[in-house]
């Protein structure tokens, strides 16, 4: 992944969509839910929506740009620029984006986790694993290490944890590769991995909840 | 536990739910089942969810008794697991690293 510009915050959505709310038959849609811990929030159709939409990124972008606010702005063209950064900043106020330092994203990742959505396909001829449904050609083809983090990272309580697995279990690995069994190290490569999922729908991130609120 | 993305109900057909890919819906499943469908992550086990949703339905009246509610969901499963819209695991806590 492209180091983003010093002093960009990566953009990351947080919560589970749970698609357009039509309130009756025959009317327009109201809004679109999105449910953050125990919370649904109702984001408006149109520009709200739609940049909560382009923080997942892009399919033919994610892995090549950072996905910082400027990418942003230029992904949602149709939208005045200084209304997408009022957008994100109303988003990231109420707990639906997420923008993180990619240099230090052990505050977030200690309040999030990810829940991965489509199947695993295994490996595919390239040697990257693919995501989909079965019987069809992969969404998208992600790297094995993507790849095990999506099968493993839905098991654990925040990032952090899931990548701290991630590193032990590689330092297993009888001929380790050391950038791999760093947790600080395996965690920056999580954070950088999290585009190239949720750009797909392959899953979504949501807040940690802790043992006292869990249902 | 969910595997496709909710996409919602729409004005032809506002109790139908869908799930799918972007832009694809998949499948459709009624309210409460859906519901069950989207929260199931949340708990350790499927019957604590159904039993979660029947009881917080709303005060329209139009909730299911739990054991009404499991018919339903079970009943859907088939159509849900065969295109990929769910997946089952054992009935043990999700998270293992608190």
Redesign the interface.
């Known amino acids: 992944m492209t180091a983003p510009a010093a002093g960009a915050p990566l953009v990351l959505p947080v919560g589970q969509y749970l698609g357009a709310l039509v309130p009756a038959a025959g009317a327009a849609v109201r809004g679109h839910r999105v449910r953050v811990g125990e919370q649904v929030h109702l984001l408006a159709d149109g520009p709200e929506f739609e940049v909560w939409s382009l923080a997942h990124g892009v399919p033919r972008l994610a892995g090549l740009l950072p996905h910082d606010s400027a990418q942003l702005v230029r992904l949602a063209r149709a939208i005045d620029p200084a209304e997408v950064e009022r957008l994100l900043a109303g988003l990231a106020g109420r707990g639906l984006v997420a923008l993180v330092d990619p240099a230090d994203p052990a505050g977030f990742a200690g309040r999030h986790r990810w829940y991965s959505l489509l199947g695993g396909l295994g490996q595919q001829e390239s040697g990257n694993c693919g995501l989909g449904l079965v019987g069809s050609p992969p969404v998208r083809e992600v790297s094995p290490r993507v790849y095990e983090f999506w099968s493993l990272a839905p098991l654990f309580a925040d990032l952090s944890a899931a990548a701290g697995f991630l590193a032990e279990a590689a330092g297993a690995d009888p001929d380790p590769e050391p950038a791999e069994t760093d947790p600080d190290r395996v965690l920056t490569d999580v954070v950088g991995w999290l585009h190239d999922l949720l750009c797909v729908s392959a899953g979504w991130l949501d807040v940690r909840l802790d043992a006292g609120s869990a249902r | 536990?969910?595997?496709?993305?909710?996409?919602?109900?729409?004005?032809?057909?506002?109790h139908a739910?869908?799930l799918g890919?972007?832009g694809q819906p998949?499948v459709h499943v009624e309210d409460t089942v859906h519901e069950v469908v989207?929260l199931g992550?949340?708990?350790a086990d499927l019957w604590?969810t159904v039993q979660?949703v029947a009881t917080s339905s709303g005060p329209s009246g139009a909730a299911p008794e739990p054991r009404t509610l499991l018919g339903r969901v079970l009943d859907a499963l088939p159509t849900l697991l065969s295109?990929?819209a769910v997946?089952l695991d054992r009935a043990v806590p999700?998270?293992?690293?608190?």
């Open positions: 536990m969910v595997a496709l993305l909710p996409l919602g109900n729409s004005p032809e057909d506002p739910w869908a890919l972007p998949l989207v992550h949340l708990d604590t979660q295109v990929g997946h999700r998270t293992v690293a608190q």
